[in-house]
């Protein structure tokens, strides 16, 4: 079983940036792939990033060149710096592990972005 403790959402306006944090407890999550996605109000759940064991990442289309993905496996967490903020970017963004079949997903945490 793998915890989450996502932070660093809010509202933002536009063109701004925000940091999210996931710290993960409860495997050896530096096997994981560690990713990112986000659910608009009445959308599916989309990928927005994810990033494999060995560092390999993996954009949505609609983030490429204004969002990033990275890892710290000595604490068990994953980043997402995300700049150039758009109102389209405005959904809850889920924390999620992967590995061998196993799926795991954070709460969420909700990013808004509007002036």
């Known amino acids: 079983q793998v915890q989450f403790v996502e932070s660093g959402g809010g509202l933002v306006q536009p063109g701004g940036s925000l940091r999210l944090s996931c710290a993960a407890s409860?495997?050896?999550?530096?096997?994981?792939?560690m990713g990112w996605y986000r659910q608009a109000p009445g959308k599916l759940r989309e990928l927005v990033a994810k990033?494999?064991?060995?560092?390999?990442?993996n954009y949505g289309d609609s983030v490429k060149g204004r969002f990033t993905i990275s890892r710290d496996n000595a604490r068990n967490t994953v980043f997402l710096q995300m700049n150039s903020l758009k109102p389209e970017d405005t959904a809850v963004y889920y924390c999620s592990a992967a590995y061998a079949g196993d799926l795991y997903w954070g709460q969420g945490t909700q990013v808004t972005v509007s002036s």
């Open positions: 990033v494999t064991s060995r560092g390999s990442t």
């Open positions: 409860g495997s050896i999550l530096s096997i994981y792939t």
